[in-house]
């Protein structure tokens, strides 16, 4: 099989290192791609967001499989035109994608399917903006509507502080979305979508938040593990039934049915599992360590959901043991990053590349400010998680820094899902 993985962050690394693993995998190619996918891929220029290029580039390369790995492309329809040329592609279409595109969009799918989330509003007048803070509280949660690369999100005590974010969305013309806040721990559920054909992956769980002990602003993910010692299969299996399953019906009723990865994210409350979001796609950092579990050859699986013949009986096989993926990020991030920055000990196993890019003269530099995940595996989570902070002591890039806390409080099991 030839494969195109469109993308460049540490997710499209992961699917491509996966991707590899498969027997059935004959060439691979990656687009754009960073300077840690072109060791392990054909590399090829591409505007992930423009369909025609894409199409254009999966016909040069007569690839069997288009695998889309960022939500932007998905929302704007690259999917669709891939498919419309007659070739299978992974990711939803634009009309499903809506389920991350549009917050409203999918606050109306999850009320129609009967599924448990925040209450919200849509704020989208500067002037309505006070009195709809004061109906919510004691914690604000601030979201753009639209896509934000999960920094649009503003959990707050503090109404001013909730004020200023909303206001600034407003005035950037983007809809604001206040929500409830959701307690408990929070569970990260990727699941292969074929219509209503449910197939779900390890649970995983990210740390949103900057600082250790998830102080300072969100992050696109700072660090994720999987799978979760906290969360029973049978907690799992409910979830999908009571949640995954629902929704996906729900978008099939609504001639928009879902194909590729839907990823529900919850929060698990004293009053239940709640609905946080739903993203189009495979989720990073909890794929750099899903995937590197992940034995069942994914080629196979992503190109049964792109044609239609996914099967909810097809056993999915996972090393034992447990990994753990922490991202080195830029100085400044999730502020305006510093970019260029010489990068050494990136070759490694387990050093998945994101903000890369190689410089003439062969040097890696930092172009972004997720900059790369190292991967741990271990036994156990805890073997999981110094295996991946050994990694990463040996990766070096100046200014630097990352969480030193990924997994921590689940390997000294202090995470327990309230009335469990
Ligand atoms: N881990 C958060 C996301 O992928 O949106």
Same mark, same amino acid.
């Given at each position: 099989?030839?494969?195109?993985?469109?993308?460049?962050?540490?997710?499209?690394?992961?699917?491509?290192?996966?991707?590899?693993?498969?027997?059935?995998?004959?060439?691979?190619?990656?687009?754009?791609?960073?300077?840690?996918?072109?060791?392990?891929?054909?590399?090829?220029?591409?505007?992930? #967001? @423009? $369909?025609?290029? =894409?199409?254009? &580039?999966?016909?040069?390369? %007569?690839?069997?499989? +288009?695998?889309? !790995?960022?939500?932007?492309?998905?929302?704007?329809?690259?999917?669709?035109?891939?498919?419309?040329?007659?070739?299978?592609?992974?990711?939803?279409?634009?009309?499903?994608?809506?389920?991350?595109?549009?917050?409203?969009?999918?606050?109306?799918?999850?009320?129609?399917?009967?599924?448990?989330?925040?209450?919200?509003?849509?704020?989208?007048?500067?002037?309505?903006?006070?009195?709809?803070?004061?109906?919510?509280?004691?914690?604000?949660?601030?979201?753009?509507?639209?896509?934000?690369?999960?920094?649009?999100?503003?959990?707050?005590?503090?109404?001013?502080?909730?004020?200023?974010?909303?206001?600034?969305?407003?005035?950037?013309?983007?809809?604001?979305?206040?929500?409830?806040?959701?307690?408990?721990?929070?569970?990260?559920?990727?699941?292969? #979508? @074929? $219509?209503?054909? =449910?197939?779900? &992956?390890?649970?995983?769980? %990210?740390?949103?938040? +900057?600082?250790? !002990?998830?102080?300072?602003?969100?992050?696109?993910?700072?660090?994720?593990?999987?799978?979760?010692?906290?969360?029973?299969?049978?907690?799992?299996?409910?979830?999908?039934?009571?949640?995954?399953?629902?929704?996906?019906?729900?978008?099939?009723?609504?001639?928009?049915?879902?194909?590729?990865?839907?990823?529900?994210?919850?929060?698990?409350?004293?009053?239940?599992?709640?609905?946080?979001?739903?993203?189009?796609?495979?989720?990073?950092?909890?794929?750099?360590?899903?995937?590197?579990?992940?034995?069942?050859?994914?080629?196979?699986?992503?190109?049964?959901?792109?044609?239609?013949?996914?099967?909810?009986?097809?056993?999915?096989?996972?090393?034992?043991?447990?990994?753990?993926?922490?991202?080195?990020?830029?100085?400044?991030?999730?502020?305006?990053?510093?970019?260029?920055? =010489?990068?050494?000990?990136?070759?490694?196993?387990?050093?998945?590349?994101?903000?890369?890019?190689?410089?003439?003269?062969?040097?890696?530099?930092?172009?972004?400010?997720?900059?790369?995940?190292?991967?741990?595996?271990?036994?156990?989570?805890?073997?999981?998680?110094?295996?991946?902070?050994?990694?990463?002591?040996?990766?070096?890039?100046?200014?630097?820094?990352?969480?030193?806390?990924?997994?921590?409080?689940?390997?000294?099991?202090?995470?327990?899902?309230?009335?469990?």
């Amino acid at each position: 099989m030839r494969v195109l993985v469109i993308g460049s962050g540490a997710r499209e690394h992961a699917l491509l290192l996966a991707l590899r693993r498969d027997p059935e995998v004959g060439e691979l190619f990656s687009a754009p791609g960073n300077a840690g996918t072109a060791r392990i891929a054909e590399q090829h220029p591409v505007n992930v #967001v @423009d $369909g025609a290029d =894409v199409t254009a &580039l999966a016909r040069k390369l %007569d690839v069997d499989l +288009v695998v889309i !790995g960022p939500e932007v492309p998905l929302v704007l329809g690259v999917a669709d035109a891939v498919r419309a040329a007659g070739i299978a592609c992974f990711g939803p279409s634009a009309a499903a994608a809506r389920i991350e595109g549009s917050k409203a969009f999918a606050k109306e799918v999850m009320a129609a399917a009967g599924v448990r989330t925040a209450h919200s509003e849509i704020v989208d007048t500067p002037a309505l903006l006070d009195a709809a803070l004061d109906r919510f509280g004691p914690h604000w949660v601030v979201k753009d509507d639209g896509l934000a690369a999960g920094k649009g999100v503003v959990v707050t005590r503090d109404w001013d502080v909730a004020r200023v974010h909303a206001a600034s969305l407003l005035e950037d013309g983007h809809p604001v979305l206040l929500e409830s806040y959701l307690d408990g721990p929070e569970v990260s559920l990727f699941c292969l #979508v @074929d $219509g209503t054909t =449910v197939v779900p &992956l390890l649970p995983a769980q %990210d740390a949103k938040r +900057v600082g250790d !002990g998830d102080i300072g602003p969100n992050t696109g993910g700072m660090g994720a593990y999987a799978p979760l010692p906290w969360v029973p299969e049978a907690l799992v299996r409910q979830l999908v039934e009571e949640t995954v399953k629902p929704v996906a019906a729900e978008l099939v009723r609504r001639g928009c049915g879902f194909s590729g990865l839907l990823y529900a994210g919850f929060a698990l409350g004293a009053e239940g599992p709640a609905v946080v979001e739903f993203n189009c796609r495979f989720g990073d950092p909890e794929t750099q360590a899903v995937l590197a579990l992940l034995r069942t050859p994914l080629a196979g699986l992503l190109h049964a959901t792109a044609t239609g013949t996914l099967t909810e009986d097809c056993r999915l096989e996972w090393a034992g043991g447990a990994a753990v993926t922490v991202v080195l990020a830029a100085e400044n991030y999730p502020g305006k990053p510093r970019i260029g920055d =010489v990068l050494t000990g990136t070759d490694a196993d387990g050093v998945l590349h994101a903000g890369t890019e190689l410089r003439a003269d062969g040097a890696v530099v930092s172009a972004g400010g997720r900059v790369l995940s190292v991967v741990g595996t271990g036994v156990d989570l805890a073997a999981a998680r110094e295996d991946a902070y050994r990694r990463l002591a040996q990766v070096h890039l100046p200014g630097g820094h990352h969480r030193s806390d990924i997994a921590a409080r689940a390997v000294a099991g202090e995470i327990t899902i309230p009335g469990a």
